[in-house]
């Protein structure tokens, strides 16, 4: 009757892929906990400079161009 298929029929043939899926998965599930808990889940880890700080505040118009330039001085200075 599964003379074509061997003694284990089509189910067994693809055992082995499944397993390696459920591993595979197992492992990333590890490794996303990992980076959540470790808090760099992909956010911007670079702080930003005072003088990056500076230019926003200025183009959200915090600050007036007399003061950008006086900080911007007293930054590069």
Do not use: C, P
């Not at 197992?26 to 005072?50: E, F, H, M, Q």
């Not at 230019?55 to 915090?62: D, K, N, S, V």
């Amino acid at each position: 009757m599964f003379h074509d298929m061997g003694e284990w029929g089509w189910g067994m043939g693809f055992g082995w892929f499944f397993m390696l899926l459920f591993w595979a998965l197992v492992i990333l599930g590890i490794a996303a906990i990992v980076k959540w808990l470790s808090g760099s889940g992909g956010g911007n880890a670079r702080s930003k400079t005072a003088l990056e700080i500076l230019q926003e505040r200025y183009a959200r118009g915090e600050i007036d161009q007399q003061e950008y330039q006086q900080k911007r001085r007293d930054l590069e200075s």
